[in-house]
């Protein structure tokens, strides 16, 4: 039991600390707000809702400031970590990408990224694992290239939140 307790002080810090780290302004404090209002629905939505409709509700388009201005990379690296700070995971590190991505995916796309999310699968041992996360400029957001590398895109869906249909990406068989 002391253990658990141990466990749990050490996220509790752990988190407060990256919550600092993430949030340096009010509108940082804004934005994480609204993050964790998705975060209460987005695990009864992808039930009840299809993943292409889910996407498409996701999807957010630039806002007129960030359409005009250049990108600022520093606040897309602080809207990806609160994305995965929503999601910190207090059992399983695989719990939540597909929630995390969607975060993630629909506050890129506010601030002029344009992210896209993607939704692999991977053999391992005989069974089959899926992931799911968010790319800018081609490249992983928040995650090693190396660990999403082992998955092959069965479904990448634009900015917009409209399904690509590029052969390469969503045909690749999946390996082991």
Known sequence: ????IA????LARDG??????????????????RMAAWALVL??????????????????????????????????????????LVYAPLVRADIGCLQRSLL???YLGAAGARPSL?????REAGEVHGHAWVTV???????????????????VFGSEGARTSSATTT?????Q
């Open 7 to 10: 466990r749990l002080g050490a």
């Open 43 to 84: 695990p009864l939505l992808k039930r009840v809702v299809p993943l292409p409709r889910l996407v498409q509700l996701m999807a957010t388009p630039p806002k007129r400031a960030a359409r005009d201005a250049a990108r600022d990379l520093a606040r897309e690296r602080r809207i990806v970590a609160l994305s995965r």
């Open 16 to 33: 407060a600390r990256a919550t600092r780290e993430c949030v340096t302004s009010p509108a940082d404090a804004w934005l994480a707000a």
């Open 118 to 122: 993607l939704v692999g699968m991977r």
């Open 171 to 175: 045909n690749q068989p999946i390996t």
């Open 104 to 106: 993630a995916y629909r």
């Open 1 to 4: 039991m002391s253990g658990l």
């Open 137 to 155: 400029d081609g490249e992983p957001a928040g995650e090693p290239a190396a660990w999403v590398g082992q998955f092959s895109p069965v479904l």
